[in-house]
């Protein structure tokens, strides 16, 4: 998933997550700073119980 282009006065992203089953991968979050990506947040891997269990709220700086 991509987003739009932020202002650059933002300085945090908030959003939830889910992340259940066998064969789950990687969320990343990542931030152009002028000349590269860099990467600023990642989860891999199951982290929740059950498919039922609450979305995880994440806020990234």
């Known amino acids: 998933m991509e987003s739009r282009d932020f202002e650059e006065a933002v300085s945090w992203v908030t959003f939830h997550y ?3 089953g066998g064969q789950m991968g990687t969320l990343a979050v990542e931030a152009y700073d002028g000349s590269t ?5 990642t989860i891999s891997g199951q982290r929740h119980a059950n498919h039922s269990s609450a979305w995880t709220r994440k806020q990234v700086n």
């Open 37 to 41: 990506w860099k990467q600023v947040w």
């Open 18 to 20: 889910h992340m259940y």
